[in-house]
C-alpha cells in the first residue's frame, strides 16, 4: 500500500509560480510511475505530467508543455510540480497518483492505470 500527500496549492495571481509536492510512504517509491492530474470544477480529471522510474521518460499535457516541470527526488520519496507562468485556467485540485506497472506513454496519461491516489491540492489562479 502507498500513500501519498500533495501539498503546495494555494492562491496566486495569473503569471505566477506555485511549486507542488507529493510525498509517498509505505512502499519502494522508486520504483513507481509518478503522474499528476488536475480536475477543475464540473470536467473531468485529465492528465498534466508524468514521469518514469528513473526520471528518463517524461511527460506534459500540451496545454502545460514550456510552463510545467515535473520532477523527482527519490532519496525523499517526493515529487514535484513546479508551475511556472500560470494562467486563471489552470485552476483546479491537482491529484498526484502512482502506479508499479511499466506504464506504456498511453497508459501513463490515463487516470485508469493509476492504483494509487492523493487526496488532492487546491490551486487557484487570478486574473
Known amino acids: 500500500q502507498v500513500q501519498l500527500v500533495e501539498s503546495g496549492g494555494g492562491l496566486v495571481q495569473a503569471g505566477g509560480s506555485l511549486r507542488l509536492s507529493c510525498t509517498a510512504s509505505?512502499?519502494?517509491?522508486?520504483?513507481?510511475?509518478m503522474g499528476w492530474f488536475r480536475q477543475a470544477p464540473g470536467k473531468e480529471r485529465e492528465f498534466v505530467s508524468a514521469?518514469?522510474?528513473?526520471?528518463?521518460?517524461?511527460l506534459y499535457a500540451d496545454s502545460v508543455k514550456g510552463r510545467f516541470t515535473i520532477s523527482r527526488e527519490n532519496a525523499k520519496d517526493t515529487v514535484y510540480l513546479q508551475m511556472n507562468s500560470l494562467k486563471p485556467e489552470d485552476t483546479a485540485v491537482y491529484y498526484c497518483a502512482a502506479d508499479r506497472r511499466l506504464l506504456t506513454s498511453g497508459q501513463a496519461m490515463n487516470t485508469l492505470w493509476y492504483e494509487y491516489w492523493g487526496q488532492g491540492t487546491q490551486v487557484t489562479v487570478s486574473s
Open positions: 514521469m518514469g522510474w528513473t526520471g528518463g521518460r517524461i
Open positions: 509505505g512502499r519502494t517509491f522508486s520504483r513507481y510511475v
